[in-house]
Structure formats: C-alpha cells, structure tokens
C-alpha cells in the first residue's frame, strides 16, 4: 500500500512495504513499490465513517506505467472499511492489470450497533 511521502517522512517507514518484502522473499515473487504512488496527501481516516472514506480516499493513487495484463497482490497490514485497498486495485485496473488481489495481515471488526 503506497504511502504518501509527507506521511512517510512522519512516521519513517511504511509498515505494509515491510511485510510485503518479507513476503516477496518468502514467496520468491518480484516486489515493486514504485510503479503506482499516492498523490495526493489524506490524515488518517480512523474517525471517518465509511461514506466519509471512500470520499476522502478518491484520486489520490496513481500509476505512471503500463501494468497491462499483470496479475498483482497488493498488501496492507490492517484493513479497516477497504476504501484504500479498492481504490488502489481501481487505479491499478485502470492502468491495465489483469487480476488485483489484496492480501492483509490484519482485518479490523465492525462497530456492533
């Protein structure tokens, strides 16, 4: 999951690059975090409700080259509503990839109402 690089610099790292590259290794499967990026700057959505996400997270990845036909995983480390997960595989489909699979470490559970 691309990080923006404002958020980047603040927190030091980006924790799902680092679970992807174990992952990759482990697998023996190519790793590449620079063909897509995430444009455009979000706070953390943890308060936003899940309308509210999807709003908020809408446009800010972008893919600069060609993924026609490739089949790609994309890997976050804890998936709230999905809102950056289903945007991300949006771009990357647009940018012609056959297959987007998100793969997460965590899920986070619904508020009972």
């Not at 709003?55 to 809102?83: E, H, R, Y």
């Not at 289903?86 to 990357?92: I, Y």
Request: with cysteine; proline share 4%; net charge positive.
């Amino acid at each position: 999951m691309p990080m923006h690089a404002t958020r980047l610099k603040q927190r030091g790292f980006n924790q799902a690059l680092e679970v992807a590259r174990l992952m990759a290794n482990d697998m023996q499967i190519k790793l590449d975090y620079q063909s897509c990026q995430r444009i455009k700057y979000m706070p953390p959505q943890a308060s936003l409700s899940l309308k509210e996400r999807i709003k908020s997270i809408c446009g800010v990845f972008n893919c600069a080259q060609s993924l026609q036909g490739l089949n790609i995983a994309l890997v976050d480390d804890v998936m709230t509503t999905g809102a950056s997960l289903n945007e991300l595989a949006k771009t990357l489909k647009q940018a012609g990839a056959a297959h987007v699979e998100c793969w997460v470490i965590a899920r986070t559970l619904p508020k009972p109402y």
